[in-house]
């Protein structure tokens, strides 16, 4: 076994905010950053009716990891037929997808502080779905088409859609552990200039953060980490990111929010069918499954 399976990070992961600045700001009036779906069909469903709701021209970015649990061939061609209708960017799972089947690595670069096991089990359930997604050549080719990162431009405010970090698609450095430590504010702040964002829309380390970081110039830079939009991130609910200039016509949805430059930026709670989503996750994943050992409890008791 390849003791850096799950804990290395692939060169080619690592682009450097400067790259970010390269891309052209694609405009809109609502933004939805949706991280980690994971596979979850019911969430997507939620997602897709509240951006319905929504006035102007509206865009969803799926900034990765939108695979995870849908291993069966059905899912796994419904959850991205529907997710590549959308922008999406790609994360650590779907960059993964087209490496060998005999590499077990999801590519998520765990810390050391993530215990084996469940470093172990990803690397499972990767190489389960990895199998799946090459039986579908076309789709597959489609996926490792998007590219690592995007940039919009909402109402003014420049915000750079990423899966990790602003340097590394599997970088945790956005993860709310790293946030917290004051010796790294000078390499976040670096990130907006070299970027030309104000905000920072993350996932990857399926935990949330909404975290203000001070900027020269008085200025104040928003990195904002959804957590998991298919997996309990507030309670038994998903998360997301929403940018508008308006905020979200309902307030209990709303777990954090902010404005900048006047522009609100708010983490929407997803709330799905959990009756409907925790039995079709056991008809894939049963007890004794990776999945099941790694992630049940937390989508049957939330966080």
């Known amino acids: 076994m390849n003791d850096s399976a799950g804990r290395s990070c692939p060169i080619r992961y690592q682009y450097g905010a400067a790259k970010i600045a ?4 694609v405009p809109c009036d609502v933004l939805y950053v949706v991280g980690g779906l994971y596979g979850n069909s019911f969430a997507l469903d939620a997602i897709e009716a509240m951006a319905a709701q929504e006035h102007g021209q509206v865009r969803i970015c799926f900034n990765g990891d939108f695979n995870w649990f849908n291993k069966s061939p059905e899912d796994f061609v419904h959850i991205n037929q529907r997710v590549l209708n959308h922008d999406c960017i790609l994360g650590n799972v779907e960059a993964e997808l087209g490496e060998p089947l005999d590499v077990a690595d999801c590519g998520c ?3 050391e502080n993530v215990d084996q096991g469940v470093v172990d089990r990803s690397n499972f359930i990767h190489t389960e779905l990895k199998r799946i997604a090459q039986q579908q050549p076309e789709l597959l080719s489609s996926l490792l088409q998007k590219p690592f990162f995007a940039r919009y431009a909402v109402s003014g405010l420049k915000v750079a859609v990423v899966h990790g970090d602003g340097d ?3 970088g945790w450095r956005f993860d709310p552990v790293h946030l917290k430590r004051a010796e790294e504010s000078g390499w976040r702040a670096a990130l907006f200039e070299k970027a030309q964002v104000n905000v920072f829309a993350s996932s990857h380390t399926c935990s949330a953060a909404f975290h203000h970081e001070p ?3 008085g200025q104040t830079g928003l990195i904002s980490n959804n957590g998991a939009a298919g997996m309990p991130s507030a309670g038994l609910d998903g998360l997301l990111t929403r940018i508008c200039a308006t905020p979200f016509s309902n307030k209990a949805f709303v777990d954090q929010s902010t404005q900048i430059h006047g522009v609100w930026v708010e983490q929407v709670r997803v709330q799905f069918d959990q009756a409907a989503w925790q039995q079709h996750f056991l008809s894939q994943w049963p007890e004794g499954t990776a999945a099941h ?4 409890k937390r989508i049957s008791e939330g966080v």
């Open 22 to 25: 390269q891309a052209s700001p």
């Open 109 to 111: 670069a765990y810390p």
């Open 168 to 170: 590394s698609l599997a």
């Open 215 to 217: 900027l020269p110039g």
């Open 293 to 296: 050992t790694s992630y049940f």
